[in-house]
């Protein structure tokens, strides 16, 4: 019995891990657009990911990180690319986000219809140890 309440809180305390997570993103995004550091609004929320990127640590139907960029207008793909990349050249944060469950990293603006979808586990520097 004593092992399933600790299931249990361990699920929860990961499920908080990954709403902190989303809720630290939105809230630094927030700070850097009014300080002028970034030129567009960003905003993190889950999705349900990419069902050809799962690996081993995915959350079923929940394993998209989708950053939404509130321009007010169609971004080109190099604009989306380069959003994707900010958080893609952070090793750490991409090895944070696997292990809190997602495997897809979505980047889509909120006026067309353009979006980037990454894979991970691509960018997570293991060396194919776990792919």
Same mark, same amino acid.
């Given at each position: #019995?004593?092992?399933?309440? #600790? !299931?249990?809180?361990?699920? =929860?305390?990961? !499920?908080?891990?990954? &709403?902190?997570?989303?809720?630290? $993103?939105?809230?630094?995004?927030?700070?850097? &657009?009014?300080?002028?550091?970034?030129p +567009?609004?960003?905003?993190?929320?889950? +999705?349900?990911?990419?069902?050809?990127?799962?690996?081993? =640590?995915?959350?079923? #139907?929940?394993?998209? =990180?989708?950053?939404k960029?509130?321009?007010?207008?169609?971004?080109? %793909?190099?604009?989306l690319?380069?959003?994707?990349?900010?958080?893609l050249?952070?090793?750490?944060?991409?090895? %944070?986000?696997? /292990?809190?469950?997602?495997? +897809?990293?979505?980047?889509?603006?909120?006026?067309? $219809?353009?979006?980037? %979808?990454?894979?991970? #586990?691509? $960018? /997570?520097?293991?060396?194919?140890?776990? +792919?």
């Amino acid at each position: #019995m004593w092992h399933k309440i #600790m !299931v249990i809180a361990d699920w =929860f305390g990961e !499920v908080g891990e990954r &709403y902190k997570l989303i809720r630290d $993103f939105n809230r630094a995004g927030k700070k850097s &657009y009014i300080a002028g550091h970034a030129p +567009t609004l960003l905003e993190a929320k889950i +999705t349900s990911g990419e069902s050809a990127y799962r690996h081993a =640590f995915s959350k079923w #139907m929940s394993g998209g =990180f989708r950053i939404k960029a509130l321009s007010g207008r169609a971004l080109s %793909k190099s604009e989306l690319i380069e959003v994707g990349k900010v958080v893609l050249d952070n090793d750490e944060l991409v090895r %944070k986000l696997i /292990s809190l469950g997602w495997d +897809t990293l979505e980047v889509h603006d909120n006026a067309g $219809f353009n979006g980037c %979808k990454w894979k991970l #586990m691509d $960018f /997570s520097n293991l060396g194919g140890i776990l +792919t």
